[in-house]
């Protein structure tokens, strides 16, 4: 079975762009959840995604935002770049809790965002 | 509501066994452990659920104190390729995961 699916694995962008990430999950999951992981501040949770709704988020500015769709595929975006963004971000899809791994979260490669 | 592990890093000899702490000070639904080597993605370990059940692909071991927020992983005969770094995530029942700062593990020959 494919694993979880990050694009583009590395971006670099200018202080003020926007940029765009993309997630598949593995098939059949249907919760979506996106961290960011820095080595100050380590895995921070952003925000979670199941069915097309926004289940929880994280403690993040309204800068940083998603989207799930029909497919489960998720997207994030983040706006008015800050020097401050440049993470890892990873994506990271889960069965329920009733299945066979208890909603254990997979992880994809991430992309690395690099902002000037 | 990140929770706090301990130690922050150990080395071990192959062979050896090593116990990561991980506390809470928020009331816990389930605790969630993962490894992650360098450069690569996090990789799911195990999790413990309120209630005592445990779910995970890993021949590892760990235990939940729901009581005091508390969960601890034993990695015994530890091997070369139980080197990284070990997160524990910890729910309040909310579906979203708060990650611990991480246990850099490294085993040496």
């Given at each position: 079975k494919a694993g979880v699916t990050q694009t583009p694995r590395y971006l670099i962008k200018t202080r003020?762009?926007?940029?765009?990430?993309?997630?598949?999950?593995?098939?059949?999951?249907?919760?979506v959840s996106w961290y960011q992981q820095t080595p100050g501040?380590?895995?921070?949770?952003?925000?979670?995604?199941?069915?097309?709704?926004?289940?929880?988020?994280?403690?993040?500015?309204?800068?940083?935002?998603?989207?799930?769709?029909?497919n489960s595929r998720s997207e994030m975006n983040v706006s008015t770049l800050e020097l401050g963004d440049s993470a890892l971000y990873l994506c990271a899809s889960s069965f329920p809790f009733e299945s066979v791994d208890g909603g254990g979260q997979y992880f994809g490669p991430g992309t690395r965002l690099t902002v000037l | 509501q990140q929770p706090v592990q301990s130690p922050q890093a150990v080395i071990l000899r192959e062979g050896e066994?090593?116990?990561?702490?991980?506390?809470?000070?928020?009331?816990?639904?389930?605790?969630?452990?993962?490894?992650?080597?360098?450069?690569?993605?996090?990789?799911?370990?195990?999790?413990?659920?309120?209630?005592?059940?445990?779910?995970?692909?890993?021949?590892?071991s760990a235990s939940f104190n729901e009581k005091k927020q508390q969960s601890s992983l034993y990695l015994t005969a530890s091997q070369l390729s139980y080197s990284g770094t070990y997160f524990c995530g910890t729910e309040a029942g909310a579906n979203n995961l708060f990650f611990g700062t991480g246990t850099r593990l490294t085993v040496i020959p």
């Open positions: 003020g762009q926007q940029v765009t990430l993309s997630c598949s999950p593995i098939s059949g999951h249907r919760s501040q380590g895995l921070q949770f952003l925000f979670e995604y199941f069915s097309e709704t926004q289940r929880n988020k994280g403690n993040f500015p309204g800068r940083f935002s998603g989207r799930q769709f029909s | 066994d090593a116990v990561i702490n991980c506390s809470s000070s928020k009331a816990l639904y389930s605790v969630h452990w993962y490894r992650q080597k360098h450069g690569e993605a996090p990789v799911f370990l195990m999790i413990l659920l309120k209630g005592g059940e445990q779910k995970g692909h890993e021949k590892i």
